[in-house]
């Protein structure tokens, strides 16, 4: 290929590549454009009971739905939900495809330079799950396993932070996946949040149980980076329900729990713009 033929496909390519980043950039919308508009896209997760799924009646429905139907009952607007796999979340938010992300996003710091979090409004405890018959008392005792994971998910990092350099990490698409590949023996264990013993004992009673507590991380809101007016309206929208006992009537209904204690602050990982 020639020299000026080259330097044309790679100026189209950027000017390709610029209008596209421009486009996804105009439809990101600020709250009073979403607010004429009368309708909130919100990203959720679409199989990840309790904290997304569809229902039976093929309705969004869970924890992270019910706040959100909050929030945008707030905004005075409409909720549309676009279920997302657990790698789609971020790039759906900073793309435009969706307005905001109530869905069951762990609050990292890797995360932190890509979303800008509200404040915390839930917990997850995120563990070790294996079959009853399989020994397990510390990380040690699952080197050289195979251990399934939602790939980019907070059960990916802490599961890999843990034994990531003695078994080997098996990564999936999202939650459903990845207890499937227990269930069919494709992995040993998996790395799951607080609720896959409640699915894996629904899919095979008795079998499976929690073996290790690698960590609690905490869920917030995510909005796009130095968008203050999103971030300041979901933390007064958090702060308000959280005072009026309407979020934990929501944790009690899909967690069983009460509501926890929440940290003031977590390093490297702002809950404000400034």
Do not use: C, H
Not at 217 to 237: I, S
Not at 258 to 274: A, G
């Amino acid at each position: 290929m020639n020299t000026n033929r080259r330097k044309f496909l790679g100026l189209a390519l950027a000017t390709a590549t610029f209008a596209t980043v421009g486009a996804a950039a105009a439809t990101a919308a600020s709250v009073e454009e979403i607010k004429s508009k009368g309708t909130l896209v919100v990203g959720i997760q679409g199989d990840n009971a309790p904290w997304g799924f569809v229902n039976s009646s093929g309705k969004q429905d869970g924890f992270d739905a019910d706040v959100a139907t909050l929030f945008a009952k707030e905004l005075g607007v409409k909720v549309q939900f676009q279920p997302l796999a657990v790698a789609n979340r971020i790039p759906a938010l900073t793309t435009g495809k969706v307005d905001i992300l109530f869905a069951t996003m762990a609050m990292t710091q890797e995360r932190a330079k890509s979303i800008q979090y509200s404040k915390p409004y839930a917990a997850n405890t995120i563990s070790l799950y294996a079959a009853k018959a399989d020994a397990v008392k510390s990380p040690t005792d699952v080197a050289a396993w195979e251990i399934g994971v939602p790939k980019s998910s907070s059960q990916d990092k802490a599961v890999t932070d843990a034994v990531g350099s003695t078994a080997t990490i098996r990564r999936f698409d999202d939650d459903a996946a990845t207890i499937q590949a227990l269930i069919s023996g494709q992995v040993k264990a998996v790395g799951g949040n607080q609720f896959y013993g409640q699915r894996l004992d629904a899919a095979s009673s008795g079998t499976y149980e929690r073996k290790i507590d690698f960590l609690t991380t905490y869920n917030g809101v995510g909005t796009r980076l130095g968008e203050k007016d999103w971030n300041e309206t979901v933390n007064a929208f958090l702060d308000k329900i959280k005072g009026s006992g309407e979020l934990a009537a929501i944790t009690k209904k899909w967690m069983a729990i009460d509501l926890p204690t929440f940290p003031e602050s977590i390093p490297n990982i702002p809950f404000t713009v400034k």
